[in-house]
C-alpha cells in the first residue's frame, strides 16, 4: 500500500471515529463524548475510602454522592446494641457523631425517626437474634407508613454484620434503609440524608488507618459509673474460627495521646472505671509517638507461641500505655481485655504487679484445651506453653485472677480431644469463664478448609459439661474468699433484692445491705453508686458474692500500706 493510501485511510478512520464520538454545535463547539468523559472523571482509586490520610479527621469525601445533601436535624435515634464490649463503645461514636450533626437520642420505640442496630456476626445465635430483631422493626415500620406517613421510618444496620452480609441485607431486607460498616461512621449523617429520597445508602469499605481517635464518644449511659475506651481496631492474628479480621479489618493502634486524654476526661466526669479494648490489646503499637525501635521485638515469643504475621519493631507498646494510663488516672480502677495468650510480654505483667488502680484479672483466652485442635484453630501456641504461660503469670502477679474463652465442638473435635479441655479447665481456676458452642462462619479459614462436623447434640451436651464444671469450680474459689475483705465498686442496686451491687477486682458482682459506713474523713454516710466501699464478704455462690460493707476507701488508699501480693498473702 502507497503512503498516499494509507495516509488517506488513516484520515477516513479518523473522520468516522470523530463523527461517531462527538457532537458539533452551531458555532462549531464539540459537545464531548460519553468515552472521554469517563476517561475524565473520578478513577478507582477516589472510591476507596481511608487509605491516603493516617486518620481520618473528617466525613470522608465520597465522589459518588453529591455534596449537596443536607444533613437532617432533630430527627429522634433509637439504638439497639449487640455483641461485645466494642460494639458498646462504637455505639458511643456512632452517638457522638449524630449529635453533632443535630439528632436527637430517644428510648421510646414510637418516638423514634431512625433504628440504628449495631450488629455483631462472630456467632450464629447473636445474628439470629438480630434477624428476629429485624422482623420487629420492619412490622413497625410499615404500621408507621399507614399511620403518618409524614414521619417515616428508617431502619439502619451497623458493624460487623452490616459488614459481611451487606449483599443479603440490601436484596433480603427492602425495609433497611442504611448498612453501614465498622470503619463508616463518620458518614452516617449523609448516609441516612440520602435515604430522604427513598434509595438505600451503603458504606462498608474497610479502612487501614481509621480509628476515630479524634471523636470523643459520648456515653449511652451518662449515669454510669464505668467506660470503655477503644484502644485499637481490627485484627491480624487470622485464627481460623474467627470472623473479625474480615468485618473490622486489619489491625492498626490509636495514638497514645489521644487515649490518655480520654482517660483523664473521663475520670473528670466522675467515671471511677474504665476499660481499654481491643482485639489482641498485647499488640498495641503507637509507632507515631516513639519511632525509633527500642531493640525489642513487639513480642518475645516463648517456646510453643508462634504468630502468623511479623512482629513490628520501634514505638510505643502496650505496656507504655498501661503505665501512662495509670498513672494519669491513679483514683480508677483500669481493666482491658482482650490479650491474646501467644504475646503477653513480662512488661505488660510488671505494669500490672506495681500499679494497685489496674486490676488484678487477666483475660487469658484458650479456647481449646487440646494442641490438635489449637492447630487448626491456628491460635500459635501448644496446651503446654498455655499452661506455663498461666504458671508465669501467677507467679509474677501472686494472687491473680484469670478468665478465659472456650468452644467446644470446633470442626472434627474429637471425645478425647473435648477431654482435654475439661482437664484444661480443672486443672487452671477461672474466676470468670465464657462458654460457647462453636458456629461456623462464612469468609474464615475454617469455611474454606474444614467441615463443621461435629453434630449440635453433641455440641451441646459437651457445652453444657463444660458450664457445669466452671460453676463448681467457681463456686470453690467464691468460697475462699469468705472472710477476707474486697474493695467495691458500686454500680447500682440488685433487681431482684433491691440490694446493693457492685465489683470486685475480679469482675465478681458482690451485695450487700444500705447502711450507714464510716467514711473516709472519720464520720457516717450512706453508700451509693461511685463509692469505693471495703466489704467484707460473707456468702458466696457461682456467680455473686455477699457482704458486709465496712468503711468508704479508694483504689489508693486501699493500696496504700502493702502492695496487692502482700495484701493477698495476708489475707490467704
Not at 469525601?61 to 449487640?82: A, C, Q, W
Not at 458450664?467 to 469450680?473: A, G, M, N
Not at 458482690?510 to 453508686?529: A, H, L, T, W, Y
Request: hydrophobic share 35%; net charge positive; charged share 30%.
Amino acid at each position: 500500500m502507497s503512503l498516499l493510501r494509507r495516509t488517506q485511510r488513516l484520515l477516513n478512520l479518523s473522520s468516522k471515529y470523530v463523527s461517531r464520538n462527538c457532537r458539533c454545535l452551531s458555532d462549531g463547539t464539540q459537545l464531548t463524548s460519553r468515552r472521554d468523559k469517563i476517561k475524565q472523571g473520578p478513577s478507582l482509586k477516589e472510591f476507596i475510602i481511608g487509605d491516603s490520610e493516617p486518620v481520618l479527621l473528617d466525613r470522608p469525601h465520597i465522589p459518588y454522592l453529591p455534596e449537596n445533601v443536607t444533613f437532617g436535624s432533630n430527627r429522634k435515634v433509637y439504638f439497639d446494641v449487640y455483641g461485645c464490649q466494642m460494639n458498646l463503645n462504637d455505639t458511643e461514636i456512632v452517638w457522638s457523631i449524630l449529635k453533632k450533626e443535630g439528632f436527637e437520642k430517644t428510648e421510646i420505640e414510637e418516638e423514634a425517626d431512625i433504628f440504628l442496630v449495631m450488629t455483631c456476626a462472630i456467632r450464629e445465635g447473636a445474628e439470629s437474634k438480630i434477624w428476629h430483631r429485624l422482623d420487629h422493626l420492619r412490622g413497625f415500620k410499615r404500621r408507621r407508613a399507614q399511620k403518618n406517613k409524614d414521619r417515616p421510618v428508617k431502619i439502619g444496620l451497623l458493624g460487623c454484620m452490616a459488614e459481611r452480609l451487606k449483599t443479603k441485607l440490601i436484596e433480603k431486607e427492602k425495609a433497611v434503609d442504611v448498612v453501614a460498616g465498622p470503619d463508616s461512621y463518620r458518614d452516617l449523617p449523609r448516609l441516612l440524608a440520602l435515604t430522604e429520597s427513598g434509595q438505600t445508602a451503603v458504606n462498608v469499605l474497610l479502612s487501614l488507618d481509621e480509628t476515630y481517635a479524634d471523636v470523643m464518644p459520648v456515653r449511652l449511659n451518662q449515669d454510669s459509673v464505668s467506660a470503655f475506651i477503644s484502644i485499637m481496631r481490627g485484627c491480624d492474628n487470622m485464627c481460623t474460627y474467627c470472623i473479625v479480621p474480615f468485618t473490622r479489618g486489619r489491625e492498626r493502634s490509636r495514638p497514645l495521646r489521644s487515649i490518655v486524654d480520654e482517660a483523664r476526661l473521663l475520670a473528670d466526669r466522675g467515671v471511677k472505671e474504665i476499660t481499654l479494648l481491643g482485639q489482641n490489646v498485647n499488640s498495641y503499637r503507637d509507632t507515631r509517638e516513639n519511632p525509633e525501635d527500642k531493640e525489642r521485638l513487639d513480642t518475645q515469643l516463648a517456646k510453643g507461641f508462634k504468630t502468623v504475621y511479623k512482629s513490628k519493631k520501634g514505638g510505643l507498646r502496650f505496656a507504655d500505655l498501661l503505665d501512662e494510663v495509670s498513672a494519669a488516672v491513679p483514683d480508677m480502677r483500669v481493666r482491658f481485655t482482650a490479650a491474646h495468650p501467644k504475646d503477653f510480654p513480662d512488661e505488660v505483667l510488671q505494669v500490672i504487679s506495681e500499679r494497685p488502680n489496674i486490676c488484678k484479672l487477666l483475660h487469658l483466652p484458650a479456647q481449646s484445651g487440646s494442641t490438635t485442635v489449637l492447630e487448626r484453630m491456628r491460635r500459635g501456641y501448644s496446651r503446654e506453653a498455655y499452661l506455663q504461660l498461666v504458671d508465669h503469670v501467677k507467679n509474677t502477679i501472686p494472687g491473680v485472677g484469670l478468665s478465659t474463652d472456650m468452644i467446644c465442638g470446633f470442626c472434627g473435635e474429637t471425645d478425647e480431644e473435648f477431654e482435654e479441655t475439661m482437664t484444661l479447665m480443672q486443672e487452671v481456676d477461672y474466676n470468670i469463664a465464657f462458654l460457647f458452642p462453636y458456629s461456623m462462619r462464612e469468609k474464615t479459614a475454617a469455611h474454606r478448609r474444614y467441615k463443621d462436623d461435629v453434630p449440635d447434640s453433641i455440641k451441646k451436651l459437651r457445652h453444657n459439661r463444660m458450664i457445669q464444671l466452671y460453676r463448681t469450680k467457681s463456686q470453690a474459689l467464691n468460697q475462699s474468699e469468705i472472710g477476707n475483705t474486697h474493695l467495691v465498686l458500686i454500680e447500682g442496686t440488685a433487681p431482684k433484692t433491691g440490694q446493693l451491687l457492685g465489683r470486685n477486682e475480679f469482675y465478681m458482682k458482690v451485695v450487700f445491705d444500705q447502711c450507714e459506713i464510716e467514711s473516709q474523713d472519720g464520720g457516717r454516710v450512706n453508700m451509693k453508686p461511685g463509692d469505693f466501699v471495703a466489704v467484707r464478704i460473707t456468702g458466696a455462690k457461682s456467680s455473686v458474692l455477699t457482704g458486709v460493707p465496712m468503711y468508704h476507701s479508694s483504689v489508693r488508699e486501699f493500696y496504700r500500706d502493702v502492695s496487692w501480693g502482700e495484701r493477698h498473702m495476708l489475707r490467704v
